[in-house]
Structures are given as structure tokens and as C-alpha cells.
């Protein structure tokens, strides 16, 4: 029943919500509602027993209302309902137009986020994974920046597409079950699949997160459309959708296609690999801070993905930490994306400097952001991406190398880009530059608190994650038994 | 039967209330007649009653889709009340007409004749040749009129001789009884028979326009009076795949080779050309004729691959489709008539910002027709590929499943047309009754994609 609330709370508040008409009433209702969320989700997460909730109602083709969680999902949605109420606060005193249907919006993705993460059954997966496109898309066409009718249904078709083909997959599975079918990822699990189906089934079921992640060649609609998102669209983007892609591979790959991992492993691996140095490579080259942040959110992502693909303990705990790490620090990232924005005018690196000299107070927060995202020890990137590079010496010590280049680029090119915003001489038009404001520093405190906390002291979401962990290992214990030369 | 009888009845009393010159009485007539006539379909249910010798037969299968039908053609009715507003001639013959029509689309769903079937395609397609050219003064509805009245009676010309010619081999028009004596030759048809079959199901594709007898549609649809075209769409589609569904399930299953390889060309075809084509659309009308052809072709996947357990599919696609579809139409009269006429999708610019419900609710038609989750028209292709894909026929399930990502891309055309900012010539008003249906309409399409998955019990 309690994980019926956490999906239902958004969505009814979203609902209520398109009857106000006051910005600001309308922004506290929403901040209201998600902060509740957070506090039923932490109570979930701090209390002993488990929950879950399984509905009579809806009970069709393969398709039923179960809804529960593991250690993963628990991560995920702590993820979630930790980043909405920054999300919603990111918008408090700004100007927005039709303020309660974004807010509607809005919550009405984190139900379906939440959705995806609670869902038992791989169509009801599906469901919720297609319905959080959807006010995505609109908040991304109505609230984004230039050229976004192109841009949002590029983005729209891209993902979709990626999607109808983890329907098929998830069809193909169902129709494998045997008995009455059903689509439960717990009858999935048992499955059976001869050895070379999986290994066209897992891109079949691969495509659509390797593009939400996204993974290198499935990349190409992300800067455009992080450029021009609205703030809030894009801390969605970033933040949780991409987990999203993450999440999906660990529930689908792993336990129902194992042979399939394992053949393609190496493959993906590189993928990611490539996808860390092309992607630092093109951010050390932007100009533009926006995309910058984009492709070093996307030089990371692919680092997780290469880690996902190793299949040891240490990656996957570093994983599944990465995942609340990177969450907290690209929407922290982006805030002050929209700070310097807000403040200078443009996003153009060539034209901004000496920020500093007017808002000091801002160029420490904005330091210690880009320390998390450079993953410098003592903050928590540095847990998450060290445990992966751990894990990814153990496969090989080549992927480690390149692995590692992740850190040693994203100093390069997020070192410089800060250079270029916050020191040198000051710029005459940034004259009247104003430093941060209190309800910022309300926005940003807390993240950057979260940070370093976890960067000093990770184990709360290594014991959230322990019993997980170990059952994706258990998971895949069969492969080694198939194919012993493996481990 | 008594609802067939009602039906024609209703023509006719239409027709004379033609003669009264009151137009308000027409549409509270018709729709009132309409449900009657629903409630008379409905006390049939499970008797499976047959006349004129087992020429028809009422069962289950024809009661339903007939439901289904007449639902639909009210619902046009409702929304032609403001729509014939606007005209001062001829309002009678174009209720009186559809009217007609259905009548010929019940027999096409409860034939178990031959000579049926091709009364039913008459007594459908004549009042429709008729009202395609409804607008009278308008060069496109002229040229739609005769389009479709020519290639038609080549189609109808096809199928009579398609059964002459299995009349010739096999002595018999009764279904049941061809199927007996095609089954005696395990598969090696005579070459009569094979052309006559094929004929016969040529005639048949021509009526829910399957690729390649698909070329009147995208002009028809384009010519003919929006309402009239909607009807097209939706209802003479219901009753095509009625009419092909009964004629493989009592007449040719299981297929011989040469046909079944024949259905699975048209299919792949129809996919693809409604599919691409429809991208490069930009009148409206046009987009929603190709775009109707590629449903065609996820309906004849579902029929081919899994004929016995499709009937549900069938209907749930077939009503679901219309749902979304005639509401679609109606917001496009809408927006053209204050946009001067144009049909260009361009025209829906503006629609969000000038009436943020209705643009809403056409976002949700919009993916319905799309096949977006949480709408009936998910639910609609999922069983679609559920049928096709638990059949093993991977290969054109993927293949379909790339042009169904292709028709999220031009429905999401009109959508982001909708949201883009733009200025009608004249406001666009909606009355109250158009108003509340699109949201029926709309809210239908939701609860059926949520809860009722199965229409056919």
C-alpha cells in the first residue's frame, strides 16, 4: 500500500494542481508533495520489512498491477524522490509561463519514474517507461529553449523508437513462458533461453537503454536536446532519466539474458569506453557550458555502462553508488549552469571571467561541485568511480587505463571551463553580477552536503545496496558455470 | 435481422423527413433510431440466428462489429449536428445515405454467401460514390466522387467475376460448402479456383484499401467532405476487415500457398507505403488516408498470423482506431474553418494556446492512433504483436514494429503542430456538444487502453 502512495502522490497532486492558477501556490503544492514523497521513501528505506502491492483490478494479457522493490529499485527511487524536490525548487521565483501545467508535468514524470522502478512486471515496465516521455517531451516543447520543435522530436522518436523494440523483446519473452503466459520479470527470470536467441534478443532489449543512457553510438540526440531544455527539463534528463537506461539493463540483461551479456560484454565495454573518451574529448572542446555539462554527463554515464558490463562486485556497488552520486552532482551542475545564465547572459565560455571578483561565495559552491564531478577524493564521484575503475581492472587492466581517463579528462575539461567562468580579469558588462541569493543557497547547500558526506562516509548506500548486490551476483553465477573460462 | 430491417426503415423515414424541410429534426431522429437499433442488435446476442436460407447469419461476431458500427456512425451523427449546420441542401440524403451504407456493412459482417458479400460491398459502397461527392460545387469533391466510383466498380467487377469463377469450379456460393471443396485438393488448387479466390480478395482490399489497391484512398479521403471522409475511415473499414476476416475464417482457412504468400505481400505493403507516405504529407487529410492504410496493414498482421484468436483483436483495433479518428476529424473541421479553408496540418497551429483542452485531449486521440501506452491504441498493437510475434513471424513483427516507430513520427507531426505558436484567422469556437464528446472520446480512449482490454467476451 505504501508503494501505491509513493506512485499515486505526484500523480494526484500533478492532477490538483491544474486548478490553481498562482505560481507560487502552485510551486509549494508541488514542493510539498514531493517532499512528502521523500519522507515516505526514506521511511521505506530506514524500515526493516519490505512492501509490496499487487492490485486485482488490472489483471489483462500478461499485464498486472504488482508492484515492489529490491535493493536497486530502493536506490533508484531514492534517487528520484531526492532530485524532484530540487527539481520543483529550481523553478521557485522565476519567470515560467503556465506554470501549473509544467508542475503537473513534472509530477506527473516522477510517477511515472517512480513507475518504472517499482513496476514487478516487464509490461508494466514498459508502460510507465513510455509514459515518462511523454510529459518530458512536453515540458522539453513547451518550455525549451530555440529550435525545439526539431530538437524534441528528434529526441521523442529516438528514444521510442528504442523502445518498441523492448516491446518486441519483452512479447518474444512473453510468449516463452510457459503455462498461462505473463510478463512478471519473476517468471522471466526463469526462463530458459537457448544460447544464440540471447544473443539477438540483448540488443533487442539492450537498444532502448543503451539510447536513454546514453551509450556511444546511441548519443546523438542528447546535447542538442540538454542544450536546449529548460533547466528543470534538463535536471530531469540528466539526473534520472539516464538512470532509467541503467536500471532497465540491470532488470532486463542480467537475470533474463545472461549468455547474451556475456557474449556481448567486451563489446559494450569498449562501447562505454569509447563513449568516456569521445565524449571528454568533445566537452574540452565546447564552447558553449551547456553542452559542455551534457557530454561530460555523458563521459561519465558511459563509464557506467562499461562498469555495468564487468560483472563484479566491486563495479556493481560502485555502479549502483555512481547512480546517486552522478544524479546529485550533474542537477547541482546544472543549477549553476543556470545561476551563471541567469547572471552573464549567455552560455558562451568565450565571453564570460571573472565572475569571481563579483560572486565569491559562488565560485566555492560552484568549486566544490565540479571537485564532485571530477570525482576528487573525499567527495562522492570519487567512491562511485573508483569502485568502477576497481572492477574494471579486473576484467583488464587496459579497460582500467581508459576507465581511469574519465577522472584524469573530466579534471581537464572541467578545470578549464571553471577557469574560464570564475577567474581572469573581470568582463565591464559583468559589472552588476550579484551573488548568490539565499533560496540558492537553499538549492545548493544540501546537494553539495550530500556530496561530501557520501564522499567521507558511503557506507548508509553500501548496506542499502549489500543484499542486491549480492543477488545480481547470484544472478549470474550460472554464466560462470556455463562458461568457466570467464572468471 | 430486426435490426436490419429497422435500419433500412430509418433510410427511408429520413429521406421523407427530407421533403419537411426541418433540419433539426434529422440528427434527434437518426440517433434515436441509431440506439434502437443497438438494442435490437443486442437481444440477438447468442442465438445466432440465420435467414434467407443460411444467406446470413446473425452470430456473435456480426453483432458486434454491427455495434461497434452503429456507435461509430452516431458518434458522426452527433458531431455532424454543428457540422450540417452550415449546409442548407440535401441534409436528409446525407443521413439518409450513411445510413444506407451501414445497412450494407451489416451484411458484410454476417454473410456466409458469396452473393451476400457482394450485396453488402454494393449496398455500401453506392450511397458512399454519392456522398463523396456531397459538395456539390467543390472540383476535389467531384473528382473524389468519381475516383472512387470508377476504381470502384473495377474492384466490384474483379470480385463478381472472382466469383463466377469459383462458382465455375466449385457449383456453390455458400462459404462453408467452398471450403469443403477446396480442402479436397490438400493445397494444389486448380488455376480457376486460385484466380477466382484471388479475385474475390482483391475486391475485399480494395474496401479497407490494403496496398497495392490503395490508390483511391489518399485522393477520396483528400476530396470528399471531412465528416463523409471520417465515415470512410472509419466505419467502411470496421465492415472491410469484418467482411475479410469472415471470409477467411468460414471460406478459405487454412489458406492455400499462393493466397497466404499473396495477404502476407499486401501486408508488408500496405505497412510500408501507408507508413512512408504518410510522412510526406502535409494535408491533413491525406496524412490520415496514408496513415489509415498502414492501420490496415497492423490489422491484416493480426489476421494472418493468428486467424482463430484475432476476432477480439479485430474489433478492439477496428473500434479503437474509429474512436480516435472521428474526434480527429472533427477538431480538423474545427481548425479549418477558421483557418480559411486550408488543410494543411499547419492549420492545427495555434490550437493549444487558443483552446488548451481541446488541443489536450486531440495530444491523447493523437497517441492513441500513434500507439503510446496508457491509450487504447497501445493495447490495440500490443495485441497485435502479441498474435503475430506468439506465431513466430519475427521478421515482419520487427519490420512492422520500425513503420509503427515511423507513424509516431507523423502523428507527432500535427502534435507539435498543436503546441507551435500561431494565430487563426478567427477564433475557433467549439460548441458545447462537440466540446463534450471530443472529451468522451478522449477519456474513452484512456479507459479502454487501461481497463477493458478484451470487447469481445
Redesign the interface.
Known sequence: MILLFILLIPFITGLILLVFRNAATVRSIALASSIANLVITLSLVFSANTASYTSGL?N???IQLALGYDGISLIMILLTNLLFPFIILAGFKREQKQVH?LYALILLTQTALIGVFLAQNA?LF??FW??SL?PVY?IL??WGGEGR?KI??KF??YT??GS??L??GI??L??LTPGLHTTDFSAFRQLIIPENTQIWLFWILFVAFAIKMPVFPFHTWQSSTYNMASTQGVMILAGVMTKMGIYGALRFLFPIVPLGVHFWQNTVIVLGLIGVIYASVIAFRQTNLKKLIAFSSMAHISLMAAAMFVLNYYSLQGLLFQVISHGVTIVALFYMVNLIEERTGTLDLGQMGGIKLNAPNMAILLLLVVMGSIALPLTAGFVGEFLMIAGLFQQSIWFAVVGGMTMILSAVYMLYAYQRIMLGDKKLSFEAITDIRPMEYLFLLPLIAIILVLGVYPQPIFNLMETSVSTMQYLLTPVSAVLPAVY | MSALILTTVLGIILLYLGFAKNKTLLAPVAISGLLVTVYLSLKDWGLNSTHFHNMVVFDNFSIAFNVSMIIITILIFVFGIDYYKMMDQHVAEQYALMIFALVGAYMMTSFSNLIMLFLGIEILSIPLYILAGGKKSSYRSNEASFKYFLLGSFATAFFLFGIALVYGASASFYLPEIKTYIAQFNGNLPPMLLIGLLFIILGVAFKVAAAPFHFWTPDVYEGAPTLVTAFMATVVKTAGFAAFYRLLGIGLLPLPLPLEKALWVMTGLSLLIGNLAALKQSNFKRLFAYSSIAHSGFIMLAMLSQHDSSASVLLYYTFVYSLATIPMFIIFILVKRESNGQEQISAFRGLFKEKPWIAVFATILLMSLAGIPLTAGFIAKYQVFVLSIGQGYLWISIFAIIMAIVGVYYYFFVVREIFTEGEHAKPIVVTTINASLIIICGVAVVVLGIFAWNLLV
Open positions: 488490472m489483462f494479457t500478461g501545467m509490461l514498459y508502460i513510455e509514459l511523454i512536453f516543447l513547451l520543435e524534441t522530436l521523442f522518436i521510442l523508437a518498441l523494440f516491446l518486441f512479447i518474444y512473453y510468449q
